[in-house]
């Protein structure tokens, strides 16, 4: 069996990218929306960076970065497929979003999530996000990446 690989969003993905995060959102039990969803199009155009996880072909997970804005960045569609869970793929796909947002000169990482999902809660704690406030379900990080 092939190894998951780490790589440059193209064209080539945005079905299996759109499929994914549809899928992620049905499992959590999240709807489409149009207006938070649109960058399900063309994700380049909402985003600074975007990667996908591949494996034997199909998108099986993702990750993207917004443009900085005052060496913030945002973490956004931190996605993996259920059987992709737990085997260390979201670990490698924050390190690629940190060391990039590090290149790029930020000094602060933020993102959103659901307390719906547990597992990511628990992923981006370990890895250093710090909850900076919480409304309703949704959970607001932050990790500080001045030090290397």
Request: charged content about 25%.
């Amino acid at each position: 069996m092939s190894e998951p690989t780490v790589t440059v969003y193209t064209e080539q993905d945005r079905r299996g990218f759109a499929e994914l995060v549809n899928d992620v959102h049905a499992e959590f039990g999240f709807g489409f929306d149009p207006e938070l969803d649109a960058d399900l199009e063309d994700p380049t155009a909402y985003y600074g960076h975007v990667w996908v996880v591949r494996l034997g072909g199909a998108v099986v997970g993702s990750v993207a970065l917004t443009p900085p804005d005052n060496r913030v960045t945002t973490l956004k569609r931190m996605y993996l497929r259920p059987e992709q869970r737990g085997c260390g793929l979201g670990r490698r796909l924050l390190a690629v979003a940190v060391a990039t947002a590090r290149r790029d000169g930020c000094t602060l990482i933020r993102l959103d999530t659901s307390d719906r999902q547990p597992d990511a809660i628990r992923l981006y704690e370990a890895a250093g996000f710090q909850l900076h406030h919480a409304s309703g379900a949704t959970r607001y990080y932050t990790l500080n990446i001045t030090e290397p």
